[in-house]
C-alpha cells in the first residue's frame, strides 16, 4: 500500500530554504537535503517556489494556484447549471407547441382569476 507522506511545516521549509540561500562557498544544496533529511530534488522546488513567491522568477505563486482551482471549479458547476437550464428550455418549449397541447397544458396556461371565485 502505497502512502502520500505528509508535507513538511511551513516554517520547516523556510528554514531550509533560508539556510541553502546562506551556504558557504564548497557546500552543494545535496549536502543541505541530505542534512536536513530531504531529497536534493525537494529542495530545489522549494527554492524554485519560493523565488516566484518572491517575485524573482515568473510562474504562479500556492495562491494564485488555489484561486484557479476554485475558479475552474466553480466555472463547471455554472456550466453544468446552464445545461441543466438549457435542457428544461427545450424541453418546456416542446411542451407548448401547437398542435401538440394536452388537457393539463391548457389547464395549466389558463389565467387564474384574483377574486377568489371559480370562473368557468
Do not use: H
Amino acid at each position: 500500500m502505497c502512502t502520500v507522506p505528509k508535507p513538511y511545516p511551513r516554517e520547516f521549509r523556510d528554514d531550509v530554504i533560508a539556510v541553502a540561500r546562506r551556504r558557504e562557498g564548497g557546500v552543494t544544496l545535496a549536502q543541505i537535503a541530505q542534512d536536513f533529511g530531504i531529497s536534493e530534488s525537494c529542495l530545489n522546488l522549494w527554492l524554485k517556489a519560493a523565488d516566484v513567491g518572491a517575485g524573482v522568477k515568473p510562474g504562479s505563486t500556492e495562491l494564485e494556484r488555489a484561486e484557479l482551482r476554485e475558479l475552474k471549479r466553480r466555472n463547471r458547476l455554472l456550466e453544468q447549471e446552464n445545461e441543466v437550464l438549457r435542457r428544461a428550455a427545450a424541453y418546456l418549449s416542446q411542451a407548448n407547441l401547437p398542435g401538440r397541447c394536452t388537457r393539463s397544458s391548457v389547464t395549466l396556461l389558463r389565467p387564474v382569476p384574483l377574486c377568489g371565485c371559480r370562473s368557468r
